[in-house]
């Protein structure tokens, strides 16, 4: 089953424009959330984290989180080449202390 | 800081054969994961281990063995490879509490011939 939903699959979106992902689970055990990027051929990183409601914001990247319906949204604006990557999105919590991802957004970011 | 160390980077087996993935970490973390991820998807969860000697299947853990020797160690078998399983095998390795970081290796890249 899977746990954590993303959209879009993908997204383009011009250099300087804003992009918006999102995320929701289907588990209501999940407490944290967090979104990870992954450049071609490289291992994904952790990019930000939110585990309460409300928005965070580091640098060009705002992370919000609605618990109730256990949605987030990642948004970069100004978006620039170098943010072409895999956008991840994973869930934890609950007894099993598992962490779910979901499937990805593939972003590119055209100059 | 922890480095996770995944061995070979790549792995080109014939079909049938077993096969067999390292990984080792220095973050001295409790949980452990290998994850599968096939060209431009996601993470498919294969197996995972939240302490030494500890084994959970994950979503995908059919066609596959695994092993969590000791604390900073975990390895995967592929028991009998297929050509539709060519992939990058992600070892992966996070503290025992849920609200924690997970930290990937470079992966290790599996060719079927």
């Known amino acids: 089953q899977q746990k954590v939903q993303q959209s879009p699959e993908s997204l383009i979106v011009p250099e300087g424009g804003m992009a918006s992902l999102n995320c929701t689970s289907s588990?209501?055990?999940?407490?944290y959330f967090w979104w990870y990027r992954q450049h071609s051929g490289k291992s994904p990183k952790m990019l930000m984290?939110?585990?309460?409601?409300g928005e965070k914001e580091e640098g060009r990247f705002t992370v919000h989180l609605n618990k109730a319906s256990l949605h987030t949204s990642l948004h970069i604006r100004d978006s620039q080449p170098s943010d072409s990557a895999l956008y991840l999105c994973?869930?934890?919590?609950?007894?099993?202390?598992?962490?779910?991802f979901g499937d990805g957004t593939q972003l590119v970011v055209k100059p | 800081g922890g480095i996770i160390t995944q061995t070979p980077k790549f792995l080109i087996g014939q079909e049938g054969q077993k096969l067999t993935l390292k990984c080792q970490q220095n973050?001295?973390?409790?949980?452990m994961y290998w994850y599968r991820q096939d060209s431009g998807k996601g993470l498919r969860l294969i197996y995972y281990s939240i302490t030494e000697n500890d084994l959970q299947k994950g979503d995908l853990s059919e066609g596959y063995d695994a092993s969590r020797e000791k604390k900073s160690s975990f390895s995967l078998t592929v028991t009998s490879a297929q050509k539709n399983e060519m992939a990058v095998f992600l070892c992966a390795s996070s503290e025992a509490n849920a609200n924690t970081e997970v930290f990937f290796g470079k992966g290790t890249r599996l060719t079927v011939v």
């Open positions: 973050f001295n973390h409790d949980t």
């Open positions: 994973a869930a934890g919590g609950g007894s099993n202390n598992r962490i779910f």
């Open positions: 588990d209501r055990n999940v407490d």
């Open positions: 984290s939110i585990f309460s409601n």
